[in-house]
């Protein structure tokens, strides 16, 4: 056996799925070829780790229990461990480096968890953000300029794309201002219309149908053919539909079907490639 038909068999022996022969012909390779027994025992550990992990966050109680019965600290029948002799416990524990490491484990995977940064939704954060944007609770600059606003938000993120400029003077709705909203290290436009209909805002960024919401439901458009996806929270609708790579979203109390049939009448078909 070479190494490269060593290494195909690896994930297999660790999940004990080889047959006699090939565990034996695999074993004997590791014995004699460094390079892949360091291969197989990385891949262990990360299966043991994974595993762990799995167990912790899925039944973590019971977990605990086999650790400390694995310490001979619990009684057969569960509940608080008795009090034990102090030293002889500790050095028990120093003896089983194992347990020591699960039990660090444990207590640290949960703060890693609630420590991990939960990936922020842009369509999310717009439906958020559109009443702070209303309210002006949100830094917002006041610019009745269209021309001047678009200038001022295509600045802002180098002139790689431009927030979406619809006219909706239709509607009595005209642009009165707008942000940039970072999120992950996107950066988002945003347009605030008002007049006489609901406020609406206008978020603009680049990206991908990676970001559409879980629960968002989907209407194409037979003649632009164009994808939309809809979604709400707490009376506040989102639109959301993409041109090339600019994602545009429309947020707004208006009702669901009204902002939607705005969204199909502005939206432009997906350009060419250059
Ligand atoms: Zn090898």
Redesign the pocket.
Known sequence: MN?EE?QELITALIDDELSERESASIKS?LEQ?V??QAMHQQERALKAEVRMAAASVTAPADLRKKILLGLGSVPEQGGIPKEREGPGWLSQLALRPVFVFALLLLLLLPAVYLMRPKELSIPLFALESHQKIVERSLAYVAEENEEKLKAELLRSVEGRFAPMGYDLSMMGLRPVGGTVQEISGRKILVTLYEGTAPSLTCYTFLGTEGDVPKEAALFTDPEKRIDFYTFSRGGVNGVMHREGKVICILVSKLPMPELLALARSKAQPTPPPL
């Open positions: 190494c060593a390779h070829c390079r892949c």
